[in-house]
């Protein structure tokens, strides 16, 4: 008799302690203005260093998404300075999970050493969203470069806004990736008009150079 006491005790206790941890995570979860939250941990596209002068850019995105309406808040760095940064989410339509393109992508197009974009969207999926700084946001503007944000001259740049993103893209979010592009290669300071890549649009204006997967905050 005493025994059960203790064991419904202490399943009580355990139970408590289950409800605190799932409370808390609801909480978090949750945001303070009833958001759902989410997070993006942007890493270097994996051209060869040897083609991209070593580019290390980064990146980290904080999402919250109440309906349709997405705030976004992404930092990036490592970016080519003073020139605007093209910047999507990208993905598949559920249920195909879109991922960062590897090292494997980098065969095609105008260079076999880098991964440009046409060369990663069987792994990236489409443009769905454009981060652009006014107007438009839909892949429309995805290389809408006069509104993209720009790199300040330390290579990091700070984009904010809140932004409607289509229904397949909220109910699926944590399914997507963001993706910057831009990469002055040569360092003269612009984004040469040459070579044109599967796009239409100039190698180091397009050129990934980070991306990450959006997953839910925890
Ligand atoms: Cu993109």
Redesign the pocket.
């Known amino acids: 008799m005493k025994r059960s006491r203790t064991i419904s005790l202490l399943t009580a206790v355990a139970v408590t302690g289950l409800l605190t941890v799932a409370a808390g995570a609801i909480a978090k979860n949750g945001g303070d203005n009833g958001g759902e939250r989410y997070r993006a941990a942007l890493s270097a596209v994996p051209h060869d260093p040897a083609a991209d002068g070593g580019s290390n850019a980064s990146g980290r995105a904080k999402l919250t998404l109440q309906g349709s309406s997405l705030d976004v808040m992404l930092k990036g760095s490592g970016l080519s300075p003073n020139l605007p940064h093209?910047m999507?989410i990208?993905g598949k339509n559920h249920p195909e999970i879109a991922t960062c393109p590897g090292a494997d992508r980098r065969a095609g197009g105008v260079s076999d050493s880098l991964i440009e974009?046409a060369d990663g969207l069987a792994d990236y999926g489409p443009?769905r969203v454009s981060f652009t700084t006014s107007g438009d946001t839909s892949q429309t503007s995805?290389l809408a470069l006069e509104r993209m944000p720009v790199a300040k001259d330390n290579g990091k740049l700070t984009y904010r806004r809140t932004i409607g993103v289509p229904a397949e893209i909220a109910q699926h979010l944590g399914e997507k990736h963001i993706?910057i592009?831009g990469h002055d290669i040569d360092g003269d300071g612009g984004y040469d008009p040459d070579p044109i890549t599967a796009l239409g649009a100039p190698l180091e204006a397009e050129l990934?150079v980070a991306c990450g997967e959006i997953r839910p905050q925890r």
């Open positions: 093209a999507h990208h974009t443009v995805g993706v592009h990934p």
